[in-house]
């Protein structure tokens, strides 16, 4: 059974920093592309940023520059670094793997 356990987020001030971690459990080999999307209050849910098995990149406009997702496929494990952020980034992020396996959601404040 595929579980995807999320950790990091909380509060900062806007201009701040946090990281997520996302890890994987009941896989075998990470093959699939990984990614992390959020969803405000009253909003969609849509993609931040994306990474493939080798590396290939993905970002939304609104995060480019500020956020950088990685994946460590020996920890089974996807980051999201967010760096300058801002108070339109409040949402809470989850984690997925390929397109059927999600995690729980972290809820990320800025506070202006």
């Known amino acids: 059974q595929v579980q995807l356990v999320q950790s990091g987020g909380g509060l900062v001030q806007a201009g701040g920093s946090l990281r997520l971690s996302c890890a994987a459990s009941g896989i075998v080999f990470m093959i699939n592309t990984m990614g992390w999307y959020r969803q405000a209050p009253g909003k969609q849910r849509d993609l931040v940023a994306n990474?493939?098995?080798?590396?290939?990149?993905n970002y939304a406009d609104s995060v480019k520059g500020r956020f950088t997702i990685s994946r460590d496929n020996n920890k089974k494990t996807v980051y999201l670094q967010m760096n300058s952020l801002k108070p339109e980034d409040t949402a809470v992020y989850y984690c997925?793997?390929?397109?059927?396996?999600w995690g729980k959601g972290t809820l990320v404040t800025v506070s202006s």
């Open positions: 997925r793997y390929g397109m059927d396996f």
């Open positions: 990474i493939t098995l080798t590396g290939n990149t």
